[in-house]
């Protein structure tokens, strides 16, 4: 069977019963918009069959639906947890003789249902928070292949939480949605949904989700999509840690400290009223608690028990109130603790202080554990505790603020860190809540959706299949940007990949100029390689990108990107710097200038992140995120350069690794008499350039005026140095002749130097130096100097005619360069 919903002039009509959910209607709205983006026109919600057209697709939910009690699919999928079933019928509306059915065991399933269905045809998820566009059609058709009964979702709470929103996520919210209210977190429960989940911990650092909406049209909202709302590890019985803070004071209810020791009454009321206003919702519950603002919940000196019975006493009477308002049998309410920092000393206790862990208080109750705020999961369940009741959840980081630094800037997460850790906590029985800080949600957009890719379809991407981020990531590449080729997506696929791998190995906010090497291994080189390719490949990708994907592609792909290598760059090009003024080399101010640009390049990668999609992205790029001197962003700064305060014209050669490499039409200076002149080679020999004097016919005795070649070399130690002349495997234009030029350091005499043995014959297929020299395509002569530690020169000077000079290699005596055929590259050198 084929299925039209949109072709030409016609579209089909989205058809729910009266008894269907308000979240689902509203949800169905969506999906309406979703297909007329694509086809250009938007199917009529009907709501009954007397004026339907032909073709419909009807949304239905079991236990919600007349339709659905006489569908033998419904009793497939009835009493299942999130699952939707989508197939084809002919006489299910009367009228209509061909009906595609979207059929949910439950509110979420059937909002899941439409979702796949917008996904089907080619609706990202991302369509609002990473302005993913999709290819318009002008005939949307639906096969066989689209007929599937879903399976129920790996992890029972899937979510995440919106975390340390300022200075981003705050100044976003308030200039697009004028604060915290329900028509932005309308987008995030869209986002949410579409990503098949059901959980959330809304921002809490300056707002409280159940006031704000205003009031709880917030809450009411979340309840009506199905979306289940927590709070975070410190906010108790459905109560914001905005809100005591709004409310307390002297004459104040709760009283005027968040303190259950001092001030049990007035925090236990505030709790009881948490749980009337809330408690009608769907939530899954945060129970026990920390200090105000995260804070420890006792002094510092507090002993380990006395933390603990703190801990039970608050719990019992959390648990109390739930009974009384919510449900008599606690069993009913979903519940969860968060073992986060401190927090897990006192559940696990130690050998002299039993903890929580075996109290029969938390039976029913989520036991979350955490990671280290750094992706590294702490601690997984013991084998005897692995299936208790209420089971195990998962609190996970792509975003921190704390010690021992914090990172909230753009994406520092490599998707195989979060398979490896995350299939490790399923294995351990971590299978009843995973919920991921999320920071600002942008630009977190990646992995985000691999996390909940993850939570949701655990069988699909989980322990089974090792290996996969890379599918999951060409996949997501298709899904954002449908209307690029192969090459151009498998080169977004390279950028993702590899920018998250350096931001990954070194958060942005730590990389500081002496993080990599400019000394060994070619570190720093082989970082700005990378660092190179990767902007390369978002300039040309940029060049060529469609105009309605380029908001798309700045937000997702190019200015995280491109903003995190030049960080990066920033960074060596400051440690370089620092390193040659401190040698006294002006290629020091090289380097700053560098720097100086990448601080506006910064600025201007900031400014038109905010631009685009006509600015509805502003404030998203305000985190602070170079050079953290603390784990916060007080004292942060951009890199430190280090200027030399002298004149620079000239060429200077530094030496790294124990050698100097020139080529040696890098000269600094020349001179020349009368005719002379010298002429350079271009794309010439063995190295690429050649140097040779003219007139080509004359010769120069050693110790008359001759044309010179001056090089700038600066060495870290003073010694004996071997001068290594590469010349062109020339041969001398007379018979017994020779291949001569004089080499001097700084103001020494000049030594005269054969570039060929005494014993070489030109064109005798018998000579071995000969046969060397054309073989290699190139002459080796060397001869030894003295050199003062820092600046010298040597001069080169022209004495037999036929000598082209192509390289010069300058290194100790006693440490000569590793042998290569085509030798070490060029060293650094001043301007």
């Known amino acids: 069977m084929n299925f039209n919903v949109a072709k030409q002039d016609y579209v089909a009509d989205l058809y729910l019963e009266e008894t269907a959910l308000s979240g689902v209607v509203k949800i169905a709205e969506k ?19 007397s004026d339907a057209s032909r073709t419909v697709i009807a949304v239905l939910t079991v236990g919600h639906s007349e339709l659905a009690k006489s569908l033998p699919q419904a009793k497939e999928i009835e009493g299942k947890r999130e699952v939707f079933s989508i197939f084809f019928a002919k006489d299910l509306v009367p009228g209509s003789d061909n009906t595609l059915v979207i059929l949910g065991s439950d509110k979420r399933g059937t909002i899941y249902g439409l979702f796949t269905l917008s996904e089907k045809i080619g609706v990202s998820p991302l369509l609002y928070w990473g302005d993913s566009k999709p290819i318009k059609k002008e005939e949307i058709s639906l096969g066989q292949d689209f007929v599937q009964v879903s399976k129920e979702p790996s992890v029972k709470y899937r979510g995440f939480f919106i975390n340390d929103e300022w200075p981003a996520f705050g100044n976003w919210t308030m200039k697009s949605f004028g604060g915290f209210n329900a028509n932005m977190y309308d987008h995030v429960f869209e986002l949410l949904l579409r990503l098949k989940g059901n959980y959330l911990w809304p921002a809490m650092w300056s707002s409280s989700f159940s006031l704000d909406g205003p009031g709880l049209l917030s809450a009411e909202l979340a309840d009506e999509y199905g979306v289940i709302i927590g709070s975070s590890h410190h906010e108790p ?84 109130l739930m009974r009384e308002i919510i449900n008599p049998d606690i069993t009913k309410i979903p519940r969860v603790f968060v073992i986060y920092k401190e927090v897990e000393k006192f559940f696990y206790g130690n050998e002299h202080t039993e903890g929580l862990i075996d109290w029969e208080e938390l039976d029913g109750v989520t036991l979350m554990l955490a990671d280290d705020n750094f992706q590294n999961v702490r601690t997984l369940p013991r084998e005897d505790l692995r299936d208790r009741d209420g089971g195990w959840g998962m609190y996970y980081h792509f975003d921190y603020h704390g010690a021992p630094t914090s990172y909230e800037w753009v994406n520092s997460t490599h998707l195989s860190k979060v398979w490896e850790q995350m299939t490790m906590a399923w294995e351990f029985g971590v299978r009843e809540a995973w919920i991921v800080n999320v ?60 920018y998250t791998y350096l931001n990954s190995i070194r958060r942005p906010e730590v990389v500081k100029p002496e993080v990599y090497s400019i000394e060994h291994y070619r570190e720093a080189e082989r970082i700005l390689e990378l660092v190179a390719e990767i902007e390369s490949k978002c300039e040309k990708l940029r060049a060529i990108m469609p105009s309605e994907n380029l908001d798309s592609f700045i937000g997702l792909v190019y200015f995280p990107a491109v903003a995190s290598a030049n960080l990066i760059k920033m960074s060596i090009y400051a440690a370089y710097s620092q390193y040659f003024a401190k040698l006294s080399l002006p290629i020091a101010n090289t380097f700053a200038d560098k720097v100086e640009a990448g601080i506006k390049r910064d600025n201007e990668l900031t400014d038109e992140y905010h631009t685009i999609a006509d600015g509805k992205w502003y404030g998203m790029g305000l985190s602070k995120h170079f050079c953290f001197e603390s784990w916060n962003d007080e004292g942060w700064h951009y890199p430190e350069v280090a200027r030399v305060d002298i004149e620079v014209p000239r060429k200077t050669f530094v030496e790294t690794e124990g050698y100097i490499a020139i080529n040696a039409h890098n000269f600094a200076e020349s ?17 690429g350039t050649g140097v040779k004097a003219y007139p080509f016919t004359k010769s120069f005795a050693a110790e008359e005026d001759a044309p010179t070649l001056t090089y700038n070399i600066y060495v870290t130690e003073s010694g004996e140095y071997e001068v290594e002349c590469y010349t062109s495997p020339s041969n001398p234009v007379y018979a017994g002749g020779k291949l001569r030029y004089a080499i001097s350091a700084n103001d020494n005499p000049f030594q005269v130097v054969n570039s060929v043995s005494e014993d070489f014959v030109g064109g005798d297929y018998y000579n071995r130096p000969w046969s060397i020299g054309v073989t290699d395509n190139i002459h080796k002569s060397k001869n030894k100097v003295n050199l003062n530690k820092g600046l010298n020169k040597i001069t080169y000077k022209a004495v037999d005619p036929a000598v082209v000079l192509e390289r010069i ?13 085509l030798g070490p590259e060029e060293s650094l050198y001043t301007n």
């Open 31 to 49: 999906v309406a918009a979703d297909i007329e983006l694509v086809s250009g026109k938007r199917p009529r919600i009907k709501r009954e069959l």
């Open 237 to 320: 019985c459905c109560r914001a840690g905005e809100e005591f803070k709004h409310f307390k004071g002297e004459d104040s209810i709760y009283g005027n400290e968040w303190s259950f020791i001092n001030n049990k009454e007035g925090i236990t009321k505030f709790w009881e009223d948490g749980l009337k206003r809330n408690g009608k919702f769907e939530n899954l519950i945060t129970i026990g608690m920390r200090g105000e603002a995260d804070s420890l919940l006792l002094r510092h000196d507090s002993s380990l028990e006395e933390n603990i019975n703190v801990l039970r006493d608050i719990i019992t009477t959390q648990h109390n």
């Open 439 to 498: 920071g600002d949600i942008k630009p977190q957009e990646l992995p985000l959706s691999y996390f909940m890719a993850l939570a949701y379809d655990f069988e699909k991407w989980g322990t089974t299949a090792p290996n996969k981020c890379d599918e999951f990531l060409e996949d997501w590449v298709a899904q954002q940007f449908p209307a690029l080729g192969k090459l151009e997506q498998s080169e977004i696929f390279y950028v993702l990949d590899k």
């Open 671 to 687: 001179t020349t008499f009368s005719d002379d002149k010298w002429i350079v080679l271009e794309n010439f020999g063995k190295t």
């Open 809 to 821: 290699i300058i290194y100790r005596t006693n440490n000569p360069v590793k042998p290569s055929y």
